[in-house]
């Protein structure tokens, strides 16, 4: 049965509310594989609580117990292993706390055919206990078999990348346990750990989410062009354009432009796109 476009767009979805502390900022970061070389400072303070950091993309995770509540709505009927995630976009509106608590809302904004699929954007709100607004995310979906319905193809993508060599180049491994590491920040989908399950979505192995390579570009732009301040990233915008499998290693090309750090990442191993049409908004 097709997604029924009539009865998704606009629906709100049931809210819910994430409490983290320092454990759990530093298990993100791990699952992202920081902590190599683990006596290295820049390492420690995303590893260790005495001189604790977030890294911005950390607000993708307080909206996973909203997210669910899509695949659920009156008609939505889709199989959850044939739904990707195509892009995502997260603006972050102050300095994260190294432990908080939010209330997170959410609507589906928009469907869009690509024939091949449909793309569903996921717009949520987490705000703390005062009432302001920490994250607003873009979740945008891609479920595959549920095009051809007839609707808008939605906006081309932007932050195309200079046609220049890029300014610095970053390299960053990953473990062949990092899946299993990442999951446990609260993606649990068994798509990025059951062999059987990865099959079934058409993957020969289990496939790294990709928000893992998504803070993974983030923190290579943080690290190596913002000094590792982490509270200079206002917003991160970033398509999803191929899989990596645990153990590969992301090469990140960065280009300066303006107020932005434009992105692209590949696999070292098999030169495959990995993220494109990224952007990360810098302020002072």
């Not at 977030?54 to 008609?75: A, D, E, K, R, Y």
């Amino acid at each position: 049965m097709p997604i029924d476009v009539d009865k998704v767009v606009g629906v709100e979805l049931p809210g819910s509310e994430w409490e983290w502390d320092a454990d759990r900022v530093i298990l993100y970061h791990l699952g992202l594989g920081a902590g190599v070389p683990a006596t290295d400072p820049g390492e420690l303070a995303y590893c260790y609580e005495a001189s604790l950091k977030v890294l911005p993309s950390f607000g993708v995770l307080p909206v996973f117990g909203t997210l669910i509540g899509m695949i659920m709505l009156p008609g939505m009927e889709v199989n959850p292993m044939m739904v990707l995630h195509g892009e995502q976009d997260l603006e972050v509106h102050r300095p994260v706390p190294t432990a908080g608590r939010v209330a997170n809302t959410g609507r589906v904004v928009s469907v869009f055919d690509k024939q091949k699929g449909a793309v569903v954007v996921v717009e949520t709100e987490s705000t703390l206990p005062g009432g302001e607004l920490l994250f607003t995310n873009r979740f945008s979906s891609f479920v595959r078999g549920e095009g051809g319905f007839g609707g808008e193809s939605g906006p081309a993508p932007g932050n195309v990348a200079p046609d220049r060599a890029p300014d610095l180049t970053v390299e960053s491994a990953t473990l062949l346990q990092q899946a299993l590491l990442y999951r446990l920040s609260g993606d649990k989908n068994p798509l990025h750990a059951d062999p059987s399950m990865a099959a079934l979505g058409g993957f020969d192995r289990p496939i790294l989410h990709g928000l893992c390579s998504y803070g993974i570009v983030c923190r290579a732009a943080v690290d190596h062009l913002l000094e590792g301040d982490v509270d200079r990233v206002r917003r991160y915008q970033a398509r999803f354009a191929g899989v990596v499998f645990p153990g590969e290693t992301i090469v990140t090309s960065m280009w300066r432009e303006d107020d932005r750090i434009v992105l692209a990442a590949e696999t070292k191993d098999r030169g495959t796109p990995v993220i494109t049409n990224a952007a990360i908004t810098v302020g002072d």
